[in-house]
C-alpha cells in the first residue's frame, strides 16, 4: 500500500517527465546535464503537521525540492524556458489529479557555476509546497 505522500511525490515526477528536460528523482547530478536541461526532485521534509482530532488527521505543508540545471551557452534561455514550463505544468492542475489539496511552487534563486573546461551551469533550487491531509503520519 503506497502511502499519500508516495503518492503524491510519484504524481509529481511523472508531472515534470512530461516536460522536454529530464527529469530524476533523488539521483545524484550526474555528469553530463542534458542540452534540454535537468530536473532533479528531492523529496524533501513533510515539517510539523497541523492536526485535527475528530476524525485524527493529520494535514501537512510539505517541501519537496526541485534541482533545476542548464549547460551551455543559452543557458539563460533554457533555464528561463525549463522554470516557465513547469511553472505551466504545475498551475495546470494544482491538485495532482485530486491526490494532494494544493500544489505551489516558490522562485527560483539561480546560480551561475563555473566547470573547468566546460560551459558554465546555471542552477537553482525550486521548493515546491506540497499541502495534503493523511490520517497516520506513517502511512
Known sequence: MTTPRETILTALHARLSV?????????????RVPSD????????????PEVTLSPLTYHYQ??????AVVQGTDRDAVF???????????AADRTLG???DW???EAPRPVDLPVEGAAS???????????????DPLG
Open 121 to 135: 551551469l546555471k542552477a537553482a533550487i525550486i521548493p515546491v509546497v506540497l499541502h495534503y491531509s493523511t490520517a
Open 80 to 90: 528561463d524556458t525549463l522554470t516557465a514550463s513547469f511553472g505551466a505544468a504545475i
Open 62 to 67: 510539505h517541501r519537496a525540492e526541485i534541482e
Open 103 to 105: 500544489v505551489e511552487a
Open 37 to 48: 536541461g535537468l530536473l532533479i526532485l528531492r523529496d524533501g521534509e513533510p515539517g510539523e
Open 19 to 31: 516536460l522536454p528536460a529530464t527529469a530524476l528523482r533523488g539521483e545524484v547530478l550526474p555528469e
Open 98 to 100: 485530486g491526490i494532494c
